[in-house]
């Protein structure tokens, strides 16, 4: 039985102090009993000599100096694993909330995790058809990778995580799926959206919901998503099976950093998050990925909504840092009614080179997607040109750019909630609309592809 | 043997007291794990170490043993194919210990000390050795002839030498007797990797590094010797470049430093360049390559390290005479690395919570770039190729101004650039390479003198473009003279056929300086011979829609190195249906 403090010494935001400890190792697991008898948890900090820092998961509410006792429980924080845990809903600690028992097992491991050996990696190269053309067709998505969902408010982000969920395949490939579903400070109903698209779906009875919603304790945000991957670990690595996890909104788990980090008065770095937001992003986004001879897979979907609209803003800078490319969701494409608002000129995906091409998808995939960037970035422009010096001012060729890019949105980026496209599908569009182009223009796309799949109009 | 006690953890930051006696940067053992770690202040009796293994559990109480030596790498043959942690740790080894996560508290040395290398001697007993010196060889793979070295701080007569044949690293392969004292020598030694390794005499940088990369050869040169940084917000291709300059440079040994980035894109590197060929020799890249990883959920001490781990591996073959290009990528992730350690010892911070001695340690670091003359007599330089990833992509914070400083050429990848796809996205206005007035006497020899004319003209009419982009903002551009409508589509053409490439088409992928030169000497050619047909009414648009131009433009993706002299018929055909035009129109 390990000693009880009744030493806490100072209580400030979401952390304890704790005076006159021994024995105690750097961020172990912590028990704490508040004046009503209930049990909180939390991990330490920082030990300076015989005090120790403690962070709350449940928040420090009710808690006081006099009537609190604290207990180190010696061992980091771990949660049980095992297959039954899918079709299970679990707060922010891993604990079941659906009525539902304990899951059981004998299977315990630390939420922390270890950091993946790079040698042990396994490159990730299969292509993922998620049936949505702007994704598929210019920022493909493959097994293992990491690719987020910078959005804003308002915005439909929830709407295309769903379809993407729903409606992700690995083309003539049958294997076990799951989807691991981690809320960070969302709201109730954004909660229950996901939660009856995976039921309508069918997902739901393979997946597993671990809920931390705007009114849970904040300090429990920084915890959840290491709970829910130690989980997608366990699955895809011992049990051979494809997750992916989709994280909502990592927007909230950053500002509940930067509450820790404030309430510990550690020297901010840019716009007050605290100089280590990079290597604690990593610890949660460098958890997806392959390994060598491991049959499972780990895809991560984070979403996070930009705080103004701002591409530039500490979170979503860092996240595209790690990330392995980024969805990026565009306020002027929603309101022209186009779904999903995806912009594709700061969207990217960074292993698509390595998922498609010959023998993967279809010989004309790159440079198909390299063109339709090029065409629609200069549609841009000269949309921007346009606007003060007029039409009339265009060249006849800059007008066939302009008549480019509304086709491009209205036709390949626009699609139904429910369309699902086949990559056939989505490249054909592409050559329709790449054909309004004499050859000449088409200066990405090598000689042999054009002879095969143009056809001018 | 000096013990310290714990009497604080924070993170990858311990302090330790009642330790008197320890070395300032001396790698010490931590708890009774006995990770790995470095001092880094000392304070009467209190020492702060920087740990590069996980904390989790370590104990107030527990000791901290010094060792009695900085934190050194081993440099001898093993070194070439490997890839290490920050701290020299072989990852194949760790992953044989804790499987296939990385587990800390792994003992191992960085060499293997059981595999036999075939030493050659090339000194005899009585020969006396300097520093330095070049005593045997050992062809480590098909690539790179290992030199073994005589260490910097040893010198003396050969009293023993071994014959030709298979030794460990362990083995003594020679006997050295200086003033009576006596040194046995192995294949390989010791050397505190923060502390640059000696040679003979500074040289300047003279001969390009030739990557392959028109926008870098041609327009933004950088030296063999040379420094340079290459700055970009995320997605700009920093790493896609990164990897190119490290598969194609022509270096003899290249060192990839992933320093708190991606663990996938070690993994590439992994699983490409044992596949991809070196353009000049037609063997495996790998086979002079070395990786030094540390990803981003790695400890962050060990990313501090890392960087030095790098630089001092390629200093060392540096001494035996070689061109070393060394890639570090990210630089930004070193810094900080630096501040969180900083912020921890509760240090006072400058410029957005960076520590004060941020510029001096960017500046320590790109000094150890340089072209020399070794200790040994011989030619062989480091050049460091830094990448830096600004916050938000702006390139007035902390990192981007100070390693502007110490480095002389600048490569600006730009968002704007690389959302169009246009790749490399450096950006040719605000790039620039001091080393261009070094390296011209070289590519001149190539050209026939006239390589620096092109490039002034390139960058001419890159930046006249610019200008005009303005104007036409302003009246649209059929108000523009055909002479400047031809300005813009020659840009369009430089843009398009010359300083795009890409890095995943088998042929365009690598530039060989020929096909570099007669690139941009067509499309400057096309230039002038459009001019001519302007200047006889011919208008802009009747030009551009030549079949032979939209070749020109796709030359990059079509015509390989070795034909390179197809470009020149391009040429001749452009100028052959100019002409026609002009003789139908008269």
């Known amino acids: 039985m390990s000693i009880e403090y009744r030493t806490i010494q100072k209580i400030s935001g979401p952390l304890i102090f704790v005076e006159g400890v021994s024995g105690v190792g750097y961020n172990e697991l912590v028990e704490i009993r508040d004046p009503e008898g209930n049990l909180r948890r939390g991990r330490v900090l920082e030990i300076n000599r015989n005090i120790a820092v403690v962070e709350v998961f449940e928040g420090t509410t009710g808690l006081s100096i006099t009537s609190s006792t604290v207990r180190f429980l010696g061992k980091p924080l771990t949660i049980p694993l095992s297959t039954e845990m899918l079709g299970r809903v679990f707060n922010g600690l891993g604990e079941p909330i659906d009525g539902g028992p304990p899951p059981f097992t004998e299977e315990y491991r630390d939420v922390n995790g270890l950091p993946m050996n790079p040698y042990a990696r396994d490159y990730p190269t299969k292509f993922i058809q998620t049936g949505i053309s702007a994704i598929d067709g210019m920022n493909t998505l493959v097994r293992g990778q990491k690719l987020p969902i910078f959005s804003g408010s308002g915005l439909p982000h929830n709407l295309l995580a769903t379809q993407i969920a729903r409606q992700a395949t690995i083309v003539g490939e049958e294997e076990g799926f799951a989807v691991i579903f981690v809320a960070m400070g969302i709201k109730h109903d954004e909660a229950e959206f996901f939660k009856k698209s995976f039921e309508e779906s069918g997902v739901l009875k393979n997946s597993a919901l671990f809920l931390n919603l705007a009114d849970d304790p904040p300090v429990e945000r920084l915890v959840a998503p290491r709970c829910a991957l130690t989980l997608a670990e366990y699955l895809a690595f011992e049990q051979d099976m494809h997750i992916l996890v989709i994280l909502t909104d990592m927007t909230n788990y950053a500002e509940a950093l930067r509450e820790i980090s404030a309430a510990r008065e550690e020297v901010p770095s840019r716009k007050g998050y605290p100089g280590y937001m990079y290597s604690d992003f990593a610890s949660i986004y460098e958890r997806a990925g392959r390994i060598k001879g491991r049959k499972g897979s780990i895809t991560q979907m984070p979403i996070l909504t930009m705080p103004n609209d701002d591409i530039t803003h500490p979170i979503p800078d860092l996240t595209g840092y790690i990330t392995e490319g980024q969805i990026v969701l565009d306020r002027d494409l929603h309101r022209r009614g186009i779904y999903p608002p995806i912009n594709v000129l700061p969207s990217l995906s960074r292993l698509m080179k390595d998922g498609i091409g010959k023998g993967k998808t279809r010989e004309d995939h790159g440079p198909v997607s390299n063109q339709l960037y090029a065409a629609y970035a200069r549609a841009q422009e000269l949309r921007m040109l346009s606007t003060i010096i007029g039409e009339e001012g265009l060249t006849d060729r800059d007008r066939l750019y302009l008549k480019f890019g509304e086709l491009f949105e209205r036709r390949f980026i626009n699609q139904g909630v429910n369309e699902n496209r086949s990559l056939e599908t989505t490249l054909d569009i592409a050559w329709d609309l790449l054909s309004i182009f004499p050859e000449s223009e088409l200066t990405r796309i090598p000689d042999y592809i054009i002879r095969k799949y143009y056809k001018r109009k | ?586």
Not at chain 2, 75 to 93: A, S
Not at chain 2, 444 to 460: C, V
Request: net charge negative; hydrophobic share 40%; aromatic share 8%.
């Open chain 2, 1 to 586: 043997m000096r013990i310290g006690k714990i009497i604080r953890i924070s993170g990858p930051v311990v302090q330790a007291e009642g330790a008197l006696g320890f070395e300032m940067h001396e790698l010490v053992m931590v708890g009774n794990e006995e990770l790995i770690g470095e001092v880094v202040r000392i304070e009467g009796d209190i020492i702060t170490v920087q740990v590069y293994e996980d904390t989790v559990g370590l104990k107030v109480g527990e000791p901290v043993k010094g060792s009695g030596m900085p934190l050194s790498v081993e440099l001898g043959p093993g070194l070439i194919q490997n890839i290490f942690d920050g701290i020299q740790r072989p990852l194949t080894i760790i992953r044989e210990v804790t499987g296939d996560f990385v587990r800390r508290g792994v003992k191992t040395t960085a060499l293997p000390r059981d595999k036999k290398w075939h030493f050659i001697p090339l000194k005899k007993v009585g020969d006396y050795v300097k520093p330095g010196e070049i005593i045997g060889k050992v062809q480590e793979t098909p690539l790179v002839e290992h030199r073994i070295l005589v260490p910097p701080n040893r010198e003396g007569k050969i009293e023993y030498i071994v014959e030709e044949g298979d030794y460990t690293i362990e083995e003594t392969i020679a006997k050295l007797s200086l003033n009576n004292t006596k040194y046995e020598l192995k294949m390989y030694h010791k050397w505190p990797v923060r502390k640059p390794r000696p040679y003979l005499e500074r040289l300047e940088p003279t001969e390009p590094l030739i990557t392959g990369q028109r926008i870098i050869d041609t327009l933004f040169p950088v030296a063999k010797g040379g420094a340079v940084c290459i700055p970009g917000g995320f997605g700009t291709g920093k790493t896609v470049t990164s990897h190119q300059l490290a598969a194609w440079s022509d270096a003899h040994i290249i060192i990839y430093i992933g320093c708190g980035e991606r663990g996938n894109e070690m993994t590439e590197v992994l699983i490409n360049f044992p596949e991809w060929k070196d353009p000049r020799t037609g063997r495996p890249l790998m086979e002079r390559t070395i990786l030094i990883a540390n990803t981003s959920n790695m400890p962050v001490a060990a990313r501090e390290a890392c960087i030095y781990t790098g630089v001092t591996i390629a200093e060392y073959f540096r001494d035996m005479g070689y061109d070393v290009a060394v890639m570090a990528d990210s630089t930004s992730r070193w810094a900080e690395a630096l501040r969180e350690i900083a912020g921890r010892l509760e240090e006072m911070p400058a410029e957005e919570g960076y520590p004060p001695y941020l510029a001096s340690r960017l500046g320590e670091f790109y000094e150890r770039a340089g072209r020399v003359k070794t200790l040994s007599g011989l030619y062989g330089s480091v050049t460091l190729i830094g990448a830096v990833s600004p916050p938000g992509g702006d390139f007035s914070e902390p990192v981007t101004v100070h390693t502007k400083r110490f480095v002389r050429a600048f490569w600006a990848l730009d968002t704007a650039l690389a959302s169009m796809r246009h790749y490399p996205a450096i950006n040719w206005l605000i790039s620039y390479s001091e080393y261009v007035d070094y390296v011209e006497k070289w590519w001149n020899e190539k050209t026939h003198g006239n390589w620096k004319n092109l490039r002034l003209k390139a960058l001419e009419i890159l930046k006249r473009e610019d200008e005009l982009k303005e104007i036409i903002r302003l009246v649209g551009i059929e108000s523009l003279p055909e002479t400047e409508k031809l300005v813009l589509e020659t840009a369009r053409l430089l843009r398009e056929g010359f300083l795009q490439q890409n890095a995943y088409d088998p042929i365009d992928t690598y530039s060989s300086p020929e096909k570099q030169y007669k690139l941009l000497y067509a499309i400057l050619e096309f230039h002038n011979i459009a001019l001519k047909a302007i200047s006889k009414g011919i208008p802009v648009s009747k030009i551009i829609s030549l079949k032979s131009i939209s070749e020109l433009a796709r030359a990059r993706m079509n015509i390989p190195n070795e034909k390179a002299y197809e470009i020149d018929n391009i040429l001749k055909r452009i100028e052959n249906e100019i002409n026609s035009i002009m003789e139908e129109s008269s």
